[in-house]
């Protein structure tokens, strides 16, 4: 952890990334590492961004380091913290000059706003080099590189695989910084729901629509429009009989073709059974991706060139709107990715293993399995159990250093981080998360009597998933080591989660625990008298 000491308005950081003298050669594992071991609650963005360039000295040696961020509301990153080559930081917006007494290139106080993605390209004027590390329109790094200095193919590469590892914790920490400064913990939950719902809602909105008006202009009585991943497949429009239709000629099995109109008595087989005349189908492919439009008509179309026409433009329609969405699930894909990678932060400095929420989800599929849960459920407990803590990322307490009793303050805040975390997670669609994640996340700390939080449920009012997420997490904290104590022998532990049955943690669940470990022949031991 990297301790900061206030020296009047701006707090200078006295330890280096890997204590101990900056060695040019260190590896992007090495240095990412270094990182991942020194980011701790409560996640501020300028600490992170210190850190961060910290690891940029690591990989590239240069006269001085900036680092440049968008608040809330502002267009253009503004600078946010400046390294000198020696490795002092020093934090102050709009900083810029000598650092320590050690001499740094003056930089500017703003930058233009980046475009989307990760890039790394050297520029300004020969005698003042930089190398630019642009990570998303709100984030920028530079290094001020001497004069005639270049930066290698090697080092290129090394930079950008740091930047790509960077790119999604930071991304996350300033949403974080917004959502705080716009008022604390609800706050974080209301601005990671609304971000989500605008984000995964449209692209779907949008197919729907497209549909709809393609059967009104054909004058269908049912239809459906599906998309899928490999082999998920989800509905994003359905109307009249647009279910039946959809099962009776499964909408990947159908002829790969751009548009198409079959009438009878030429219909698809299940069509015509179905009491429809006349059947229509707009079919876009992308490898392993697509999504088809079909539509049924009791009467065939008086024009028959105007309803092919009609299905020319649905299928460029529908190409394009099939593109927003994949592009949209891309984009969930890769937030769900910043926040696996927070959770490996938080596993890292919260506990002493490093691993608990692995560990967690580890045990909460073997249970799940026990249980008989298959499948989605199965990828719920998976993911439930990584991501169960994440909204810890939203909560200022010193925890992973507090021992002995909590303020009914403090208590109350940390009681918040599920709440947290459901939001965080609420909106992705199904593709990218099984829609019991939230809710599982949301209740794991519920219990069996109705005692526990945030919503009191009781018995069989839990999410299943978040009764095995409650019984994994409480088995994995009792065996696992603290500064304070020593981990319980998983006997020991199972003795104890035995006498928390019908408590706090449901029976049912206890006996797949016992059941998971009896195969590994361990069984619940009593402590010596």
Same mark, same amino acid.
């Given at each position: ?7 009047? /308005? ?11 003298? %900056? ?16 980011? @701790? ?29 968008? /608040? ?31 001499? +740094? ?52 590469? $090394?930079?950008?695989?740091? @930047? ?124 392993? %991706? ?34 927003? %969405? ?51 459920? +199965? ?43 459901? @939001? ?52 994995? @904290? ?33 006996? $797949? ?17």
């Amino acid at each position: 952890m990297v301790h900061w000491q206030l020296l009047g /308005p701006a707090a200078i950081a006295s330890a280096s990334l890997f204590g101990r003298p %900056r060695a040019r050669a260190a590896g992007v594992d090495e240095v990412w590492e270094a990182l991942r071991a020194n980011v @701790a609650p409560p996640y501020d963005l300028t600490e992170t961004l210190a850190l961060a360039l910290d690891g940029l000295g690591e990989l590239v040696p240069a006269e001085g380091y900036y680092a440049y961020a968008a /608040p809330r509301g502002i267009a253009e990153p503004q600078l946010r913290l400046t390294r000198s080559e020696t490795g002092t930081p020093q934090i102050g917006i709009n900083y810029a000059g000598l650092v320590a007494g050690a001499p +740094i290139r003056q930089a500017p106080l703003e930058v233009p706003a980046p475009p989307e993605g990760i890039t790394c390209e050297e520029n300004g004027p020969p005698a003042e080099p930089y190398l630019t590390i642009t990570l998303g329109p709100r984030l920028v790094l530079r290094a001020a590189l001497r004069r005639r200095q270049h930066v290698g193919e090697i080092e290129r590469k $090394a930079v950008l695989a740091f @930047a790509s590892r960077l790119q999604p914790v930071l991304a996350l920490m300033i949403a974080l910084e917004d959502a705080k400064d716009a008022g604390g913990v609800a706050a974080v939950e209301d601005a990671t729901r609304q971000w989500r719902t605008g984000l995964t809602l449209q692209a779907d909105k949008l197919l729907g629509l497209v549909s709809r008006l393609g059967g009104e202009a054909l004058g269908a009585d049912a239809g459906y429009c599906v998309v899928w991943q490999g082999d998920e497949l989800a509905s994003v429009w359905l109307t009249g009989m647009g279910d039946d239709l959809r099962r009776a000629l499964d909408p990947k099995q159908l002829p790969a073709v751009p548009a198409g109109l079959w009438l009878a008595p030429r219909l698809p087989p299940g069509i015509e059974e179905l009491g429809f005349q006349g059947f229509a189908l707009v079919s876009v492919r992308d490898g392993s %991706r697509g999504g088809a439009v079909g539509y049924g008509l009791r009467e065939a179309p008086r024009a028959e060139a105007s309803a092919t026409q009609v299905l020319a433009t649905l299928s460029d329609s529908l190409r394009r709107s099939l593109d927003s %969405r994949l592009l949209v699930l891309g984009i969930g894909r890769s937030y769900l990715h910043s926040l696996l990678a927070v959770a490996d932060l938080l596993d890292a400095t919260a506990n002493a293993t490093g691993d608990h929420s692995r560990q967690v989800s580890d045990l909460a599929q073997q249970i799940g399995r026990q249980m008989g849960l298959v499948g989605a459920d +199965i990828e719920a407990a998976r993911l439930g159990g990584l991501l169960h803590d994440i909204g810890m990322v939203a909560v200022d307490l010193g925890l992973p250093t507090t021992h002995g009793p909590l303020s009914e303050a403090k208590r109350s805040i940390i009681q918040q981080h599920p709440v947290v975390g459901a @939001a965080l997670l609420e909106g992705l669609p199904p593709e990218i998360l099984p829609a019991s994640v939230p809710t599982a996340v949301r209740q794991h700390h519920e219990r069996w009597d109705g005692h526990g939080y945030p919503d009191r449920l009781a018995g069989p009012e839990i999410d299943r998933v978040a009764r095995i997420l409650a019984c994994a997490e409480v088995f994995v @904290a009792r065996t696992s080591p603290r500064s304070y104590r020593a981990g319980l022998s998983q006997g020991r532990a199972l003795h104890e989660m035995l006498s928390l049955a019908d408590r706090q943690i449901d029976p049912e669940v206890v006996s $797949a625990l016992v059941a998971v470990f009896a195969a590994r022949g361990v069984a619940p031991q009593a402590p010596e008298a």
